[in-house]
């Protein structure tokens, strides 16, 4: 019997393990978005930069996929391979005393909890825009 509780932690252990790792990858992923959103806004950035930067994070926060994630394999390959690589050469055109100042205050912006009215707000105006799109649709 306590053989078999070992063995049930183990794999619970194993099983968790993954998905700590994602949800890491996935944090790292939101300071990222985070350290470019302010990096863009600091007047030391320079231009082609700010709009590289701009579109990545724009891209990032936007419902709407390069390739729809209901696609097998595929649905998922722009959030897992090339979102990460886009801001990773943003990064590269913004200057290291710019980046170093952004990811301080990504760092504090994460810290933070998020705001639940916020989200509902934004729900409730994607909800009017579909509801006016349908009623001029029709």
């Known amino acids: 019997m306590r053989g078999d509780k070992f063995a049930a932690a183990c794999l619970l252990r194993q099983l ?3 998905m700590a790792t994602l949800r890491d ?3 790292s992923l939101k300071r990222q978005t985070l350290t470019l959103y302010y990096a863009t806004r600091d007047p030391r950035t320079p231009w082609y930069a700010k709009a590289v930067a701009g579109l990545i994070v724009a891209y ?8 729809p994630d209901f696609i097998p394999v595929l649905g998922y390959l722009d959030e897992v391979i090339l979102l990460p690589l886009a801001i990773a050469f943003a990064l ?6 710019v980046i170093a100042d952004a990811r ?4 504090t912006a994460a810290e933070r909890s998020t705001s ?9 105006i994607w909800i009017l825009l579909g509801i006016l799109a349908f009623r001029a649709w029709t």
């Open 16 to 18: 968790s393990s993954p």
């Open 60 to 67: 990032a926060i936007s419902p709407i996929d390069l390739i």
């Open 92 to 97: 590269r055109l913004i200057p290291e005393p």
């Open 104 to 107: 301080v205050r990504a760092e």
């Open 116 to 124: 639940r009215a916020a989200a509902v707000v934004i729900i409730l």
């Open 25 to 27: 990858w996935a944090r």
